[in-house]
């Protein structure tokens, strides 16, 4: 059985490290206090774990080649759950918030 490859686990970490510690995208969630809302439902902080895990790519050996647009998508999608008057640009494609397994 195949594991995730050590840059993929290091890009989930940091990512879930920014997330929990107000520091992911901090010019697009500047003076967004989104750690309230992101825990108030578990489906919240599903959805951003699952636009970050569709966005981001590997190349063939395993390494991460856009940590940094993936956590800038869900970024986007956090601004706009806190902040219904943020417009996401570009929209978001459906394969960005499509949910994994069953």
């Given at each position: 059985m195949a594991?995730?490859?050590?840059d993929v686990r290091a890009s989930l970490r940091f990512f879930a490290f920014y997330l929990a510690n107000g520091t992911l995208d901090m010019e697009?969630?500047?003076g967004v206090d989104y750690k309230p809302a992101l825990m108030?439902?578990?489906s919240t902080l599903e959805m951003v774990f699952t636009?970050?895990?569709?966005v981001l790519e590997v190349d063939e050996t395993g390494r991460v080649?856009?940590?940094g647009d993936a956590q800038i998508?869900?970024?986007?999608?956090?601004?706009?759950y806190c902040d219904p008057s943020y417009v996401v640009d570009p929209p978001f494609q459906p394969w960005e918030t499509e949910l994994a397994g069953p």
């Open positions: 594991q995730l490859s050590e697009l969630l500047d108030e439902f578990g636009i970050y895990t569709n080649i856009n940590d998508r869900a970024a986007q999608w956090i601004r706009h």
